[in-house]
Structure formats: structure tokens, C-alpha cells
């Protein structure tokens, strides 16, 4: 089923809990709605949910109008990061209680409980309840839950929060797989990018309950439209300087105190001129080099594969990943190489890109 | 050189044992130094109480023995009221009169108007909360003549007068054409509140997911009351079941106000009250009231008993978090 906003803002008194957001989901598209908390990622799904009823706007699943249409009509599962599991229930009752609300036969309850209970691997877990489950396996039967009733349309409300980092990789994919084989369309809204970026097919960053972007995760990593987005996607973060792009017999460079990098000039030519811009670089484009930027190393943070090394240039600090067998010291003196390839440039004023529209 | 360094040692283990010795008596007494206050509270104005209602109930004490020419007549106050013509129709009045207020307002009433205040706007909800609080603040005198106001002898009268009379409906003597109506009706404004405000705050407590869930799930909101809410309160219904039981077995007051237990609508409290304590021919028959008072006292620890045992409240309730002293 697709789905499709139009408009939709959500206003509680003179607070914007979603601001005029415009996107399309495509039928068996798993789409995530990333941001920080509070930025209108649950109300814009509790909205497609329908329990919040839109202040303007329009809502449309294929073609069909859900402004007014009550949730239990949408034909929607739902997973929510505290399970929601009804605690008086045992896990099979659990499990066909949206059956049980649509009367189906007890035949076909019974069948497509089992399925799916199979399917999650929690068939000998039937018997049990809620508060005699580990968190995984609560977040199992939640999953099942949302998948008995054969929903058109599956909404994550950050349900791997709970659950310990390990446990949360393994259900990341088993989520992931299992959207894919069922093709059901997804929405799952999250404010860890690892998981938006791991997960979905594209990706709606919102801030402040406006859409910032809506776009595939690669996009989203390699041509951040906004500095909100630069900032917040990709782990360790995009380090961040403020320079001033200058032309020099032909060449771009970047210049600040103690710090002079040259540009390629397709990347050159969008920043020069317009005074002071934010110069935005991944820690994985920074290397230590034999010749370069000079700094001075201030932290080593050893991270297993790589050591981040937090490298100061005069007043800044930039943020560099480097080989763990170059044995960096705090103190030491190193020099920076960066990749222009890879260089953002965006505008201090209206934190817009430079480089993307 | 030696002996004097174990001479050192058995000082020292002696030392340290009287320490421990008063460690350990502390230990047992700071407990009880903490629970004092509640402990004599509780002993002064409860256990006592009962311990000499049940020793006066033993007696024939009243006005006319006073306090010194009393004489102990064992079980004769129970034989009494077992044989008493009285017994039967106020035990049945007590059952009937718990058991429709409870139902339809302590319970029935506060349940419904803690599910409609909890579904409609917020600040709604809260005004018609409080107002409802009204009866409750009211001192039981004024509320109850407000009432008889309202149900006055006819000709007079708000319901004679004002809402039935236009209406066509001949004017009667309302209180005693309908006195249960009366008595329940009075009773259950004030007793709603109660539970108003437990099953309210229960009700807002459910976590919002669970609400959110039940709708996705495909529940109506009459549904999601049925299969999600009253099981989420179950322990505040239990509890106010229970409490609410208790406290309209012992209350007469309205009823006192109202009817004085006229038109058939005594009951057991009222019926203790008045021999004891406002006899029609100035004899206080202290003791026959008191056995009246241990045995509805009797009733009340029966009825919990069975509530608890019927609701399995013990597995309602988990560990405590906080390590014992």
C-alpha cells in the first residue's frame, strides 16, 4: 500500500508538533522518520495512525482519504518501544486479540497465530505472559502482534530502544528481512541514525517537526542538505570549521588561522566570496599524513578498529580516524590530509548546503 | 611480655563484644522507636476501642444501671438480637442499602464518570471532577437539607413544585412515598467521588502505548474500556470494592438525617446509634448497643476476609522494592 502526506501539520495551542511535511511511501517501502526527540517523528506517526486527527492537511493510503478514518479501520500493525503487551493477556491471547476484535474464525486465529509465532520463534512461549518474558522476546510477541492481523501498513515507534545493544543488531536484521519478505510498506521511526541508515530504503530527517530531508541513506551520508543533517548522521559526527574560501592564482583554498586547505573547484566556486562558510568534514576523510595540515594530538580514543584522534589546529579541533598501528600519543605533533572529494560546505547563516539543493 | 599482650587481646575481645551486644540491641530497638508513634495510635484509638465495646457487650450497662450498678450478663445481648423481631428486616434493609449504592454509585457511578472526564479535554474533565467533589465538602447537615428542600412534603417542595408539578404529575409526600430512593440517591452523590478520584488517577496512569495499541488493534473506545482499561484498574476497582464495603456497612449519618431510619430504612449502624446512644425514652442501652456494634464490627472483618480471599489481592501486590531494616 502507498502512502502519501500532503500537507499534514499537527499544532498542539501555537507549537508545531509537525509543519506542513509532503512525502510519499511506496508500496512495500521500509521508510524511517529520524530525528531527535521531540521533533514530531511519533506525532507524524501517531497521525498516519490516526490518533491524532490532523489540524491541516491530508493523509492518503493508494488514493483513499484517512483523515477521518477511525485507526481501527486503517488495517495498520503497530510496535512500540515499551512492547505495550497487555499484561492480563497470555502471549497467544496477545496475539489474536486484533483477530479476536475483527471476529475471525477460531480456526484461522488459531493458524495464523501459529505461523507467525513459528515464524518468530516464540511458539513455546504461547502459554506465558507478558512479565514472564525477556525484553527480546517481549519485543517478539509485540512484532507478532503487529503481524497476525496481516496489516497493510507496518509503524515502529522506536522498538529496539529498550533492548540491549547486542540483542538490538540481531533484531535490526530480522526486522529488516522480514519487511522484505512479507513486503509490507513500513514506517519506523527511530532517533539513532545507525538504525534509520541500516534499515531503511529512504530516510525522512525531521527537526522541529519540519521535514529536512527525505531521501536514501547514501544521499543522506554523502550530500546532507542541511547542516542539522551533516551534523547528525554518521558516527563519530562530521567535524565542523568555520573558514573563509579564497581564489589564489586559479585555486579554491579554505583559510583560517593556521589552517589553509585547498578546494577542488567545483566545490571552490560555490563557497568563494560570500565571506565566512561552515567547511564540514567526516572524521573517516581526515588522515594523518606525512605532510599537511600541522596540529597537535589532544585525545586518543582507541575505538577497536580505527583510534579516533582528536587533533588540535590553533583555537579548533578537528576529529581524524587513523590506523591504530601509527601509535599516536597525545601531544604529538602530526600532520592532516584531507579528502576535497568529500568536503560540505554550507552557509552559517541559513545552515543550508552549498553544494546540494 | 606475652601475657601481657594476650591480658590486651581478651580486653579488646571482651571490648568489642559488649560493642556488638549493644549494636545488636539497637538494631532490634531503633525499629520499634520508629513505628512507636503509629503503634500507639493504633492501640489507643483502635484496638482499645474494640476491646471495650466487646467487654461492654458482655454487660448490661445503660443509663439506668450508670456505671456502678452495671452486672456482667455474658452472651444475653447476642441471644437478643438473635431472637430480636428487628434483625431480620435491618439486616436485609444493611445488605440492600451496601449493595445498591456500592454498585450503582460507589463503584458503578465513579467508574463511569472517571471514564467519560477521562475522554473528553483535559480541563473539562477536571471542572466536572470538582464540582462532583462538591457533596463531599458540603457539611452532611446542609447537603441533606438541600435534599429534603428537594423532596419535601407535598405541597411543597422543589420536585413538587418546580420539576414534576409542570409536568402534571401529582404532588406526594416524596421521602416517604420513596424513602430508598432517597437514601441510596443521597448517599452514592458524596460516596461517587471517592472512587471518582482512585479510578481517575488509575486511569491516567495506563501508559500511553497501551492506549494507543488497543486503537491500532482495532478496538472501539467501548472495546478498549472492556479489554484494556477495567483490566489495567483492576486493583483500584478491588480496592475500592472493598474499602467502599467497609465504610457503608458503618455510615448512617445521611440516613440519620434523612429518615432518622424511618419508612423502613434502618439499618444496622443506625439501629447500634440509637439504642446506644439516642434512645426515644432516654435509656442508652450501652451495652445491648455495643453488641449491635461487634456484631456488624463481625460482618465487616467476614466481608473482608472474603474480598481479600476472592480477589487474590495478596498476588495483586509485589515485593517491596526496599531491603528490610
Not at chain 1, 501517531?46 to 485507526?71: C, H, S, W
Not at chain 1, 496477545?94 to 475483527?102: C, Q, Y
Request: proline share 6%.
Amino acid at each position: 500500500m502507498k502512502v502519501k502526506l500532503e500537507n499534514l501539520t499537527k499544532r498542539w495551542g501555537h507549537v508545531y508538533a509537525a509543519h506542513d511535511i509532503n512525502l510519499e511511501i511506496n508500496d512495500g517501502e521500509f521508510v524511517a522518520f529520524l530525528g531527535p526527540s521531540g521533533c514530531g517523528k511519533t506525532t507524524t506517526l501517531l497521525l498516519i495512525a490516526g490518533i491524532y486527527k490532523p489540524t491541516a492537511g491530508r493523509i492518503l493510503f493508494d488514493e483513499r482519504v484517512m483523515n477521518q478514518v477511525p485507526p481501527k479501520n486503517r488495517n495498520i500493525g503497530m510496535v512500540f518501544q515499551s512492547y505495550a503487551l497487555y499484561p492480563h493477556m497470555t502471549v497467544y491471547e496477545n496475539l489474536v486479540f486484533p483477530m479476536k476484535l475483527k471476529r475471525t474464525p477460531p480456526a484461522v486465529m488459531k493458524e495464523r497465530a501459529r505461523r507467525v509465532a513459528e515464524m518468530l520463534g516464540i511458539g513455546q512461549l504461547l502459554d506465558r505472559r507478558p512479565g514472564q518474558l525477556s525484553g527480546g522476546q517481549q519485543q517478539r510477541v509485540a512484532l507478532g502482534r503487529a503481524l497476525t492481523k496481516q496489516p497493510d501498513l507496518l509503524l515502529f515507534d522506536e522498538p529496539l530502544s529498550n533492548l540491549d545493544a547486542r540483542l538490538r543488531l540481531s533484531m535490526r536484521a530480522e526486522i529488516k528481512r522480514l519487511q522484505m519478505d512479507l513486503g509490507i510498506t513500513a514506517i519506523y521511526v527511530t532517533h539513532d541514525q545507525v538504525e534509520a541508515m541500516t534499515m531503511a530504503d529512504r530516510v525522512a530527517v525531521m527537526k522541529d517537526g519540519r521535514l529536512q530531508a527525505y531521501c536514501p541513506p547514501d544521499e543522506l551520508y554523502d550530500r546532507p542538505r542541511t547542516l542539522f543533517i551533516a551534523g547528525f548522521v554518521g558516527n563519530p559526527p562530521m567535524n565542523f570549521l568555520e573558514v573563509e574560501v579564497v581564489q589564489r592564482d586559479g585555486v579554491y583554498h579554505a583559510l583560517r588561522a593556521g589552517f589553509d586547505l585547498p578546494l577542488s573547484a567545483e566545490r571552490g566556486k560555490q563557497a568563494a566570496g560570500r565571506g565566512s562558510v561552515i567547511l564540514g568534514v567526516r572524521p573517516e576523510d581526515v588522515m594523518i599524513a606525512e605532510e599537511g595540515i600541522t596540529g597537535e594530538v589532544y585525545v586518543v580514543e582507541p575505538l577497536g578498529r580505527d583510534d579516533l584522534i582528536d587533533v588540535r589546529i590553533g583555537d579548533v579541533h578537528v576529529h581524524a580516524l587513523a590506523d591504530p598501528n601509527r601509535r599516536c600519543r597525545v601531544g604529538d605533533r602530526v600532520h592532516l590530509r584531507f579528502n576535497t572529494q568529500k568536503i560540505q560546505l554550507f552557509d552559517p547563516k541559513t545552515e543550508q548546503s552549498l553544494l546540494w539543493t | 611480655m606475652s601475657e601481657s599482650a594476650s591480658t590486651a587481646r581478651a580486653l579488646e575481645v571482651g571490648k568489642m563484644r559488649r560493642l556488638q551486644e549493644k549494636t545488636s540491641l539497637r538494631s532490634l530497638l531503633s525499629p520499634l522507636l520508629f513505628m512507636a508513634p503509629a503503634i500507639v495510635l493504633v492501640v489507643v484509638f483502635f484496638f482499645i476501642p474494640v476491646v471495650i465495646v466487646l467487654v461492654i457487650s458482655l454487660t448490661d450497662m445503660s443509663t439506668a444501671t450508670g456505671f456502678n450498678n452495671w452486672k456482667w450478663v455474658q452472651f444475653d445481648n447476642y441471644s437478643r438480637i438473635a431472637t430480636h423481631p428487628n434483625t431480620l428486616p435491618v439486616l436485609r434493609n444493611t445488605l440492600m442499602y451496601v449493595a445498591l449504592t456500592l454498585s450503582l454509585f460507589n463503584v458503578g457511578m465513579a467508574l463511569v464518570i472517571a471514564l467519560l472526564t477521562t475522554h473528553i479535554p483535559r480541563r473539562s474533565g477536571f471542572l466536572f471532577r470538582a464540582l462532583w467533589l462538591l457533596p463531599r465538602l458540603t457539611p452532611s447537615v446542609v447537603y441533606i437539607m438541600m435534599w429534603k428542600y428537594v423532596a419535601a412534603d407535598a405541597p411543597y417542595g422543589i420536585l413538587n413544585q418546580h420539576l414534576l408539578g409542570p409536568l402534571g404529575i401529582p404532588p406526594t409526600n416524596w421521602l416517604p412515598a420513596q424513602p430508598w430512593f432517597f437514601v441510596i440517591l443521597t448517599n452514592g452523590f458524596i460516596g461517587a467521588s471517592f472512587g471518582m478520584v482512585i479510578f481517575t488517577s488509575a486511569i491516567e496512569s495506563i501508559h500511553r502505548d497501551y492506549m494507543v495499541a488497543a486503537l491500532v488493534d482495532g478496538c472501539s473506545l467501548w472495546q478498549r474500556i472492556r479489554y484494556v482499561i477495567l483490566p489495567l484498574i483492576r486493583w483500584p476497582l478491588l480496592f475500592v470494592t472493598t474499602y467502599q464495603t467497609l465504610s457503608l456497612l458503618t455510615s448512617f449519618e445521611q440516613i440519620l438525617l434523612l429518615t432518622e431510619g424511618q419508612f423502613g430504612t434502618e439499618v444496622w449502624s443506625l439501629w447500634a446509634y440509637q439504642r446506644a446512644l439516642s434512645n426515644y425514652w432516654g435509656n442508652f442501652q450501652w451495652g445491648f448497643g455495643a453488641a449491635l456494634a461487634a456484631v456488624l464490627v463481625l460482618i465487616g472483618v467476614v466481608m473482608a476476609l472474603v474480598y481479600m480471599r476472592y480477589f487474590q489481592f495478596n498476588q495483586l501486590v509485589h515485593e517491596p522494592k526496599i531491603e528490610a531494616l
